[in-house]
């Protein structure tokens, strides 16, 4: 059976960085485009960060454009979101997904496979 575990999530402070993890067993990643959520409390899913099979093509929702970077290692089978300059509206629980259409896409249902989820909250 398909399983994500996300793993990195923490309380750091604002204008620090972490760096999430999502491995994945019963699937193979390097079929398939790859995506980041996140979920503020009271709030819905949002998305966050997409990267495409082979790693060549990557895209970002603006609010995080030029401080979070998503990346894979197919031969790890893990995505990994790194996350800069960190703010405390970043604070959040962070999932991963696998995406059932391309790579570029928002739309939570477009995802399946979803993990637990990792708490991170940035402090200000």
């Known amino acids: 059976q398909v399983q994500l575990v996300e793993s990195g999530g923490r309380l750091v402070q604002a204008g620090g960085s972490l760096r999430l993890s999502c491995a994945a067993s019963g699937l193979t990643i390097s079929n398939y485009p790859m995506g980041w959520f996140r979920q503020a409390p009271g709030k819905e899913r949002d998305f966050v960060a997409s990267?495409?099979?082979?790693?060549?093509?990557?895209y970002y929702t603006d609010s995080v454009k030029g401080r979070f970077t998503i990346s894979r290692d197919n031969a790890k089978n893990t995505v990994y979101l790194q996350m800069n300059s960190l703010k405390p509206e970043d604070t959040a629980v962070y999932y991963c997904?696998?995406?059932?259409?391309?790579?570029?896409?928002?739309?939570?249902?477009?995802?399946?496979?979803w993990g637990q989820g990792t708490q991170v909250t940035v402090s200000s």
């Open positions: 990267i495409s099979g082979s790693g060549s093509n990557t």
């Open positions: 997904a696998r995406s059932k259409v391309g790579w570029g896409t928002i739309y939570a249902d477009n995802y399946v496979h």
